[in-house]
């Protein structure tokens, strides 16, 4: 049998013919991109390799080796779903409490009736906060160093193996490939195979007849086809999508803002800060329900402000948020707040605003706000009585003012004030002026938000050319008998890509119609 | 309408009883005949068959009941997209409401993909799986009730959730066409049981269906990340129905990747899908376990 110039997928193969080591996609060659060199020229036999010392070098070569091996790469997938199943099943402490040491443990309290003694190692194990736990991230680090790694060994692969398809087979690939057939045609061999490379162009294939074979073997002629061959692209394109994608979450958690609990009372000027020089007003806010009490609508009819001048009006809806400039305001909640104006003796307005009441009382019986006046150092609580619940000491048009001095934990007052009737209350002139609606808005300004979408874009993509484009290869050789007849050889590999049997089977039967059609030769039949 | 919908739910179920019942009196008629004396794969490299040697696919077991098999299950499909359509009409919006309609809709995509898988492999004894669970969740459907509410305003997104919910219930069906698959694998000795196609075929039609159902399964995640952005101004907020798919999701990538690690492809490939579908499950029930903590209706108060 002839040598032939390039590896090929039959020769790869180890002397057992298992078929179990190949790397990409139906790719013949997988190992063979890295095989281990030996590290000194061995004077002695087998003990120099043990003793030889471990260097820098190695240590490197064993860590790129860990990190392109499909087993860590799928052990790190299965850590990382075992976490995700912990994250899950357990409760898990909202982000904002477990900043906060005494709030944390005040819910560490409240789950231990629920997991028992299990608490203190569930929590030492950060399980309570399994998807910001310093172990999840690590693994998260781990796969993307191995997906990375895994690429970049396998882009060259894949160049090598689609951008130089004249790899040719020995012959004895054309009697033990998974896929094979042989079909019998007219004598000349060079006829043969143009046949057989116009019937798989016609099938979308990509057909090259391998020039340098027919004078060098003795055996035949060649011809190599394909189809997809930027298929196997997609798998890298998929598995950096991925990587984007967690770049973008990085982006998104590390950058930007998020203010989950912006309240604009109708008819005040808010601002939204976080240095974004932005103002927002609410017009208006509506709620509307079906006849079954669900909830129907919120609306919420906002003017946004840059710097003073009008930049934005829009209704925003729980699915249609308002953006400008990157930062993007969601409906979120609701409620009631009481307009109150408070004056000091000499008339001067201290505060004039609209205080939202988005607290509830631990009995849910009234609403609380909370008005802050920092330069008079006293705190304000406002009460009315819950939606839907009535408290006899505060009627309508009434509200309850509990006032702190900065520090106290008991009030200094308590009183209920009447709407449009001033009130002196410690040296201060509370007026109520009105009951007034507030929007609560989610105000956003994610810079990862569009990485994500761009990784999304090329994982998706590539998972769909990797799965419905499959990049096949198949093999033909014309071999002239010893009584000057030809056959056309055809071969390709089954392994982990069965639904090309069908297919290939197809090609078959096109090709012996071909042949059938072209020459008069006897009836064909596939053989072994 | 809505009531003629349901009835066609109730149709579907029964049908689907029928087609299980033939599915189980085939099976046994079959296990008690001989094989017809078919080629065996001769050594070859990793098992790979010569294709003059490749038994054809394996030709339908028994005409006649096994016939009627498939056709009550077609006839159910049909029922089960008749009910789907009508409700579509009368609520305005694609199944994605509330339990009911996600749970028929949930039976509607498993018993789609086992005709598809059906039809395609001539592989009935996926039905002894595959059709119970499919009336389970016709059954629990009835028991939660065919109410129709109007749409909360989270879930006033029509277009990107109906579509969310159509790929959702697709990948879901395959999901669990691999997993019967699989566990049919599972059950069968290397050289296989006479009454079951053999391992290599099942373990074939369990990754077809992974091969169809996983990039769904991305779009499908990535679509619910679009509208958690849309609604909430978070594309990902560790929910745990997102927790669940994205476990979902990781097991199923697993599973592809094991496929090609040496020492994982075979039975440790096929327990992940057993896995893979109970997280499947998992996702779809998750909203039972975890109601009190979130709930996808009535999020803006």
Partial sequence: ?528 | MLNWSQYCVEAATILLALALMSSIFVLAVNRGATRTPELVAAGGGGGSVALAERPQEVAPARGGLAVYGSWLTRLALAFLTTALVLRGIVTGHGPFANQYEFAVAFGWGIVAAFAFFEYRYRVRALGLLVLPVAGGLLLYAMTVGAKADPLVPALQNNLLLTVHVALAIIAYGAFSVACAAGALYLISPPEGRRWLPKPEKLDEIAYRAVVIAFPLMTLVIILGAVWAQIAWGTYWSWDPKETASLFTWLIYGAYLHARVVRGWRGRRANWLLMLGFAAVLFTFFGNLFFGGLHSYSGVAK
């Fill in chain 1, 1 to 528: 049998m002839s040598q032939t110039v390039r590896p090929s997928p039959a020769s790869r193969k180890p002397a057992g013919g298992k078929g179990t080591t190949s790397a990409g996609r139906g790719n013949p060659s997988a190992r063979d991109g890295r095989t281990p060199t030996p590290k000194k020229p061995a004077s002695r036999p087998e003990p120099a390799a043990e003793e030889a010392p471990v260097g820098f070098g190695d240590a490197l070569d064993w860590l790129w080796k860990f990190f392109i091996s499909r087993r860590t790469g799928l052990v790190l997938i299965l850590v990382l779903g075992l976490m995700s199943l912990a994250g899950t099943l357990l409760e898990q402490a909202p982000g904002e409490l477990r900043n906060d040491p005494q709030a944390y443990a005040g819910w560490l309290d409240s789950v231990k009736p629920k997991y028992g003694g299990w608490t203190w190692l569930l929590d030492k194990a950060g399980l309570f906060g399994t998807f910001s736990s310093w172990w999840f991230k690590g693994t998260l680090v781990l796969l993307t160093t191995s997906i990375v790694a895994c690429s970049l060994h396998r882009i060259p692969q894949i160049m090598r193996r689609t951008g130089h398809p004249k790899a040719q087979p020995p012959d004895a690939f054309f009697d033990r490939s998974g896929l094979r057939a042989v079909i019998p045609v007219g004598p000349d061999p060079e006829e043969a195979l143009a046949l057989a490379a116009k019937t798989l162009r016609g099938k979308h294939f990509r057909a090259v007849v391998h020039e340098g074979g027919a004078a060098g073997r003795v055996s035949g002629t060649a011809l190599y086809a394909d189809r997809f061959r930027w298929a196997p692209y997609g798998s890298i394109a998929a598995h950096l999508g991925f990587v984007v994608v967690l770049l973008g979450a990085f982006l998104s958690a590390s950058t930007g803002f998020k203010d989950t609990q912006f309240v604009a009372p109708v008819g005040y000027k808010v601002e939204v800060g976080h240095g974004t020089g932005l103002q927002l007003q609410a017009l208006a806010f509506n709620d509307a329900y079906y006849d079954n009490g669900a909830p129907k609508d919120y609306a919420s009819d906002l003017v946004l402000y840059d710097h003073g001048k009008q930049v934005a009006r829009q209704t925003v809806r729980v699915n249609q948020p308002l953006s400008y400039g990157g930062v993007s305001f969601y409906q979120s909640f609701f409620g009631t707040a009481a307009g109150i104006k408070v004056t000091d003796a000499q008339q001067n307005v201290v505060s004039d605003t609209a205080v939202p009441l988005q607290w509830q009382s631990d009995d849910g019986k009234h609403s609380i706000g909370q008005l802050v006046m920092a330069a008079q150092k006293t705190q304000v609580y406002v009460v009315l009585p819950a939606s839907g619940q009535v408290d006899p000491n505060i009627q309508a048009g009434q509200v309850q003012l509990e006032v702190y001095a900065n520090g106290s934990s008991t009030p200094t007052a308590t009183q209920v004030i009447s709407q449009g009737k001033p009130t002196t209350i410690a040296g201060l002139t509370y007026t109520f002026q009105r009951e007034r609606q507030f929007t609560g808005l989610i105000v956003a300004r994610d810079p990862g938000v569009w990485l994500v979408w761009a990784g999304s874009a090329f994982l998706v993509t590539g998972i769909f050319l990797v799965f419905f484009f499959p990049y096949r290869r198949l093999w033909v050789l014309a071999r002239r008998g010893p009584e000057g007849e030809t056959t056309l050889h055809l071969a390709a590999q089954l392994k982990r890509d069965t639904a090309f049997e069908p297919q290939f089977r197809e090609l078959v039967a096109d090709l012996e119609r071909a042949a059938a059609t072209s020459t008069d030769t006897a009836p064909t039949s596939p053989r072994k």
